[in-house]
């Protein structure tokens, strides 16, 4: 009966909040994204028992772009252990827009300031194991495999319309290189970045990845740890704090989740156990929205507005 009730209103928000798609606009510097359908609305929600609550255009494929820095973020912690990684990325919200440039003079120069901005990502991307772009997107779709259990595909169209506008964050790979934060060749870490930025997938993915985020690491289904605690709870830090970009923390405040947006219109949230009675998710739950339309810094309008309101209905916040 719960679940009747959940998905009839999960319905009945989305066909609400679908038509703030007007008040954004798909991508355009990547023109393969600005061809997408503006008024798009999925939603997944994943359940610790595998129970999973769905509405709308939840079963359409999008580039993950950013949401991947999380993913890239995780590998290359698992790989390098935490302070390695820590020691070339920082992890402190910067407030400017996610591809920004101007701060990377400041703080340290070159480090940049947290690997959820394009920057950070960039040196995340650089450090993945291997020497060539090939062998450290190998270990990436490897580590994506074994926590979705799905393959990565790589959306070709997207890869090369960005490949060929990615002026900017050629800019910010020049930079990191000069100063020695960069840990392979320019052109192979954008590689890296941008084929990470353009693995396709579903709502149902990133809302896997998610409830895998909520549960520390803990793989509910495969009664598994599939990926460290101490490393999963900096990156759900990162993402409260650093997720939504120069949003992160209106939506601190007015969702109080962590997440991750790109912009191709994807979010990844996750609400963890909070054991509250009252509470439909108080075992915890991924979410995964996908919402193409998107504000000035760069979060799905819809996304953002459904995932307000279900927030508050639903009484579920970290604090
Ligand atoms: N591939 C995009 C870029 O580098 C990702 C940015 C994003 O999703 N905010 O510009």
Redesign the pocket.
Known sequence: IQQVLLVDELQQWVEQYRSKASEGKCASY?PALDRTDPNQLGICIIEPTGKMHTAGDWEVPFTM??ISKVISFIAACCYHGIPYVLDRVDVEPTGDA??SIIRLEMNKPGKPFNPMI?AGAITTSSLLPGQTPDHKLRYLYAFFSKITGATPTVNEEVFLS?WENSHR?RALAHYLKDTGYLACEVEDALEVY?TQ?SIEVTTEQIALIGLLLALDGYHPMRNEQVLPKDVVRLAKALMLTCGMYDASGKFAANVGLPAKS???GGIMTLVPPNRKPHSPFQDGCGIGIFGPSIDGC?NSVAGVSLLKHMAQEWDVTIF
């Open positions: 990547i772009q950013s996610f591809n394009n960005e964050n941008l930025c790109g912009v191709s760069g």
